[in-house]
C-alpha cells in the first residue's frame, strides 16, 4: 500500500513562498487524481488543491491564486505564495479521491511574522 512522505515545510514570515513535495514508498498510479490537505491546531483536516491524472487543477477558495499544484510521475508538489498566517498548518498530501491511502505524517508550515 503506499505510504505518503511530505516535505519542504518550514517557518516563512507573511508574503513569502514555500514549496511543498509529496513522495511515496511505491510509484502513485497515474489514473488517480491527487490532493493536499492542510490542518490547523485544533482544526479538522481541509482540502486545499486538487489535480487530476489529465492535470486538470482546483483548488480551495482560500489558495486560489496563490497556490499551485503540480505532478509528474513520482511526487506531487505545493507551490504556495503570497503565504499569509492562517496557512499555517501541517500539510499532507493523499489520493483526490474518497478512498484515501494511509496518512503520512504531513509537513509543518508556519507563517508568522
Known amino acids: 500500500q503506499v505510504q505518503f512522505v511530505e516535505s519542504g515545510g518550514d517557518l516563512v514570515q507573511p508574503g513569502g513562498s514555500l514549496r511543498l513535495s509529496c513522495a511515496a514508498s511505491?510509484?502513485?498510479?497515474?489514473?488517480?487524481?491527487m490532493a493536499w490537505y492542510r490542518q490547523a491546531p485544533g482544526k479538522q483536516r481541509e482540502w486545499v488543491a486538487r489535480?487530476?491524472?489529465?492535470?486538470v487543477t482546483n483548488y480551495a477558495d482560500s489558495v486560489k491564486g496563490r497556490f499551485t499544484i503540480s505532478r509528474d510521475n513520482a511526487k506531487v508538489y505545493l507551490q504556495m505564495n503570497n503565504l499569509r498566517p492562517e496557512d499555517t498548518a501541517v500539510y499532507y498530501c493523499?489520493?483526490?479521491?474518497?478512498?484515501?491511502?494511509?496518512w503520512g505524517q504531513g509537513t509543518q508550515v508556519t507563517v508568522s511574522s
Open positions: 511505491g510509484s502513485i498510479d497515474s489514473i488517480y487524481a
Open positions: 489535480v487530476t491524472s489529465g492535470g
Open positions: 493523499n489520493l483526490a479521491t474518497l478512498t484515501k491511502r494511509p
